[in-house]
Every structure is written in C-alpha cells, then in structure tokens.
Nanobody, 116 residues
Framework: QVQFAESGGGLVQPGGSLRLSCAASRSIMFRIYTMAWYRQAPGKQRELVAHITSGGTTNYEDSVKGRFTISIDNAKKTMYLQLNSLTPEDTAVYYC?????????WGQGTQVTVSS
C-alpha cells in the first residue's frame, strides 16, 4: 500500500531549481528507516538519486552531487529533495520510498521537466 505522497515538481529552465516534498502519515517512518529519492526517465529504469539514514547520513548518485540535497523535517513529517542547477538530463518522474519497498508501495511520483 502507498505510504508516501510526492509533490513539488514542474517545468523549469536549465540552471533553475525546484524543491520536491515527500509527505508521510507517520514521522516514525523517517526516524527508523533509511529513506530515498528515485527517478525514472522515459524508457529508462527507475534509479536511485539519493538516500538518507535515520541518523542523517546522506549519499548521492554521482551526477547529482553538489546539486541536490536530501533532508527530513520530522516535525512536518516530510522529506525534501532540493534540486539546483538543473539540466535536461534531470527530467524524470521523481519518487520517494524506502529501499527494498514492495511494488504496491510506490506512489504516482512528481514530474520534473527541465527545458528551455
């Protein structure tokens, strides 16, 4: 069953920025589990973009290092992905989930389109 809801995507010019949000019904999900952002471009497999552990340790896919930032606000029960210096190659549907999640747990994602 879907546990998270993504939002914040949109159309942006190259070099622009967006902040994506991932809302959870229970903040405990972010306190005890590693969480991750994924993306899937047309005709491509879903790929891991960034993850954050319950202790706050972060890791990023090489192509987004220095441009994207993953964070969690437990009080707001929300995980964020700040996307800066966007390029057309960042165009994809972005999803949030726990690593190893079931197929039924994936939501609709939020579309990020980078185009001039």
């Amino acid at each position: 069953q879907v546990q998270f809801a993504e939002s914040g995507g949109g159309l942006v010019q190259p070099g622009g920025s967006l902040r994506l949000s991932c809302a959870a019904s229970r903040s405990i999900m972010f306190r005890i589990y590693t969480m991750a952002w994924y993306r899937q471009a047309p005709g491509k497999q879903r790929e891991l973009v960034a993850h954050i552990t319950s202790g706050g340790t972060t890791n990023y896919e090489d192509s987004v290092k220095g441009r994207f930032t993953i964070s969690i606000d437990n009080a707001k029960k929300t995980m964020y992905l700040q996307l800066n210096s966007l390029t057309p190659e960042d165009t994809a549907v972005y999803y949030c989930n726990k690593p190893g999640a079931t197929e039924a747990s994936w939501g609709q994602g939020t579309q990020v389109t980078v185009s001039s």
